[in-house]
C-alpha cells in the first residue's frame, strides 16, 4: 500500500509506480469516486466521446481518400495494438 502526505494545500503527490499501475501519462486526468463509507476509488479518466465527435475529425489533413480495405485494414492493425 502506498501511502501519501497531504500538503497545507490539500495535494498530494503520487509516486511514478503508482501512476504506471493505473495506466495514467503526465498530463492525462483522474477519476475519484467517493464511497459512503469514507473510501475513494481512484481511475484514469478515459474520454467519453460519441460518434457524433470523431466524424470528420481528419477532414481536410489529407489529400488522400481511404478505400473501404485500407480503412479495414487499418482498424484490425489498430485493435491488434500494431501501427
Given amino acids: 500500500m502506498a501511502t501519501l502526505t ?9 509516486r511514478k509506480e503508482v ?34 465527435s470523431f466524424v470528420g475529425v481528419l477532414a481536410g489533413r489529407s489529400k488522400k481518400v481511404a478505400t473501404i480495405e485500407e480503412i479495414s485494414d487499418a482498424a484490425a492493425r489498430g485493435w491488434a495494438g500494431r501501427k
Avoid at 497531504?6 to 503520487?14: L, N
Avoid at 495506466?23 to 484514469?44: F, N, T
Fill in 19 to 52: 501512476l504506471q499501475h493505473l495506466g495514467i501519462k503526465p498530463g492525462e486526468k483522474i477519476e475519484l469516486d467517493l464511497l459512503p463509507d469514507g473510501r475513494g476509488v481512484l481511475k484514469a479518466a478515459r474520454p467519453s466521446g460519441s460518434m457524433d
Fill in 6 to 14: 497531504v500538503t497545507a494545500r490539500g495535494q498530494v503527490t503520487f
